[in-house]
């Protein structure tokens, strides 16, 4: 019997084990803080409605009440965040507190064209990147000082799930396309990319010849 069969048989036992405590741990990661936030809403939500009970009566029902209200709510703070000293308290609660929430940055950016809108250049932004032979339909995430781009390849049809590649510019092609579209393309093996594609460079060639 060689050396190498005798250790595997003794790491075997508690490899199924260590490895099904690893997956519970990531998975709860992720999980928990969605788990939290949706929790976090749905008593908000619940608080608003008991507060507006009284006054609505019996001409709308309290929970549109308090949907409405929750949307009222975030619209005044989104435009409060939107003065300096508005900016100047966001960007010390992202660094206290939003920044640590697993999920957090990645649903910042895919819900703004850049963080918080400002433009910075971080948006995610739809492209091809030239892997091997071929192009593949991929987001670029980040940027380097020195123009280095980190990629994201998203596989099909799962496009949450895929590979981080760093490529230098000249291997990324950026897409004039909206970013859910694309992303649907993608859970859709392909289907309607050709389509979206043309339709980007036809518009970029008419914008080109005006």
Do not use: N, Q
Request: glycine share 12%.
């Amino acid at each position: 019997m060689r050396p190498g069969d005798t250790a595997g048989r003794h790491r075997a036992p508690g490899g199924p084990f260590i490895l099904l405590r690893r997956v519970l741990i990531e998975g709860a990661l992720v999980v928990l803080p969605i788990g939290a936030v949706v929790l976090l809403v749905l008593g908000l939500i619940g608080r608003i409605e008991r507060a507006a009970d009284p006054l609505t009566g019996h001409v709308l029902h309290p929970a549109l009440v308090a949907i409405g209200g929750l949307l009222l709510i975030c619209l005044l703070v989104g435009a409060a965040i939107r003065s300096a000293t508005g900016r100047r308290m966001r960007a010390l609660l992202e660094g206290t507190l939003l920044d640590r929430l697993p999920g957090y940055r990645l649903a910042k950016a895919f819900a703004t064209d850049g963080p918080w809108g400002e433009g910075s250049g971080r948006a995610v932004r739809p492209a091809l990147a030239a892997i091997e032979d071929g192009l593949c339909p991929a987001l670029v995430m980040d940027e380097f000082a020195d123009g280095r781009l980190v990629v994201f390849v998203p596989g099909a049809p799962a496009p949450m799930a895929g590979a981080i590649y760093v490529f230098a510019p000249e291997k990324v092609t950026l897409l004039d396309v909206p970013l859910l579209p694309f992303l649907k393309t993608i859970s859709s093996w392909g289907l309607g990319l050709v389509e979206m594609i043309e339709a980007a460079e036809r518009a970029r060639t008419k914008e080109a010849a005006a």
